[in-house]
């Protein structure tokens, strides 16, 4: 593991708290991409970090094994989800029998994976027919103030605090969909969000507060009631092997 990736064990409890969830939406597509119901099947769940995909894939009725590599996201994962199985591992190792899977899940993980490893494990792991889904839930920057705020962000780091480079495994004829979506929260919860990510980890909680206290005067002044919309735009990608 990189130490970028590393970084979420000593805020798994900040992460799992702030980090948003996932449409009902997204699941249908999954399914409708995958030609198959998640009800009943088995599924893996790698990366799962703190559970907030694995949870949903077992609201939708699968049997979800959660595969998480940090000791801390593992931790609190066990904490919020004590009925989820979880084991330790990580997409290029996946610790699961060959042929065994209906299903294998990367929320927004795939992008921690080494692909020439990855991809063979999943061709591993996943039965003849079973689904392979890749998603990445991303603030929308058609939005005027989170393009904005992406911006500063990129002044601060160089780049965007978002996700890693993503190598898509073209090789297994991926479909592709989009899920837009919105939830209203307040500004110190979006602020929260903005902080989990992996470069604000790194950064250090003093220019990591110095940054989001600008980020919330700046809020509060084009949003006083203290409340944002995010939007989001959810990337599936979808492979049946």
Same mark, same amino acid.
């Not at 593991?1 to 798994?12: L, Y």
């Not at 999954?30 to 599924?43: F, I, P």
């Not at 990445?136 to 962000?153: F, G, K, T």
């Given at each position: 593991?990189?130490?970028?990736?590393?970084?979420?064990?000593?805020?798994?409890a900040l992460y799992h708290a702030s980090? =948003?969830?996932?449409?009902?939406?997204?699941?249908?597509?999954?399914?409708?991409?995958?030609?198959?119901?998640?009800?009943?099947?088995?599924?893996?769940?790698?990366?799962?970090?703190?559970?907030?995909?694995?949870?949903?894939?077992?609201?939708?009725?699968?049997?979800?094994?959660?595969?998480? =590599?940090?000791?801390?996201?593992?931790?609190?994962?066990?904490?919020?989800?004590?009925?989820?199985?979880v084991v330790r591992g990580d997409g290029?190792?996946? =610790?699961?029998?060959?042929?065994?899977?209906?299903?294998?899940?990367?929320?927004?993980?795939?992008?921690?994976?080494?692909?020439?490893?990855?991809?063979?494990?999943?061709?591993?792991?996943?039965? =003849?027919?079973?689904?392979?889904?890749?998603?990445?839930?991303?603030?929308?920057?058609?939005?005027?103030?989170?393009?904005?705020?992406?911006?500063?962000?990129?002044?601060?780091?160089?780049?965007?605090?978002?996700?890693?480079?993503?190598?898509?495994?073209?090789?297994?004829?991926?479909?592709?969909?989009?899920?837009?979506?919105?939830?209203?929260?307040?500004?110190?919860?979006?602020?929260?969000?903005?902080?989990?990510?992996?470069?604000?980890?790194?950064?250090?909680?003093?220019?990591?507060?110095?940054?989001?206290?600008?980020?919330?005067?700046?809020?509060?002044?084009?949003?006083?009631?203290?409340?944002?919309?995010?939007?989001?735009?959810?990337?599936?990608?979808?492979?049946?092997?």
């Open positions: 593991m990189t130490t970028r990736a590393r970084s979420f064990d000593a805020a798994a980090r =948003p969830g996932y449409p009902d939406a997204l699941f249908d597509a999954v399914e409708e991409l995958a030609g198959a119901s998640l009800r009943g099947a088995r599924v893996a769940d790698a990366g799962a970090g703190t559970g907030i995909a694995s949870a949903l894939l077992h609201a939708r009725g699968a049997r979800v094994l959660a595969v998480e =590599p940090g000791d801390g996201m593992a931790a609190e994962l066990r904490r919020a989800h004590p009925g989820i199985p290029d190792r996946l =610790p699961l029998a060959s042929d065994s899977l209906d299903f294998l899940t990367y929320a927004q993980a795939w992008h921690w994976t080494d692909p020439a490893r990855s991809v063979p494990e999943a061709r591993r792991v996943l039965r =003849p027919g079973g689904a392979l889904a890749l998603w990445w839930n991303d603030l929308d920057l058609s939005v005027d103030w989170i393009a904005e705020q992406d911006e500063r962000i990129a002044g601060l780091f160089g780049a965007p605090a978002g996700p890693q480079p993503r190598e898509d495994p073209e090789e297994l004829g991926l479909a592709t969909r989009e899920v837009r979506w919105s939830r209203r929260i307040p500004v110190d919860a979006h602020l929260a969000n903005l902080s989990s990510h992996s470069a604000f980890l790194l950064l250090g909680e003093s220019a990591t507060r110095e940054f989001t206290g600008a980020e919330r005067a700046r809020l509060l002044e084009r949003f006083p009631d203290g409340t944002v919309e995010e939007a989001y735009v959810v990337t599936l990608r979808v492979a049946v092997v």
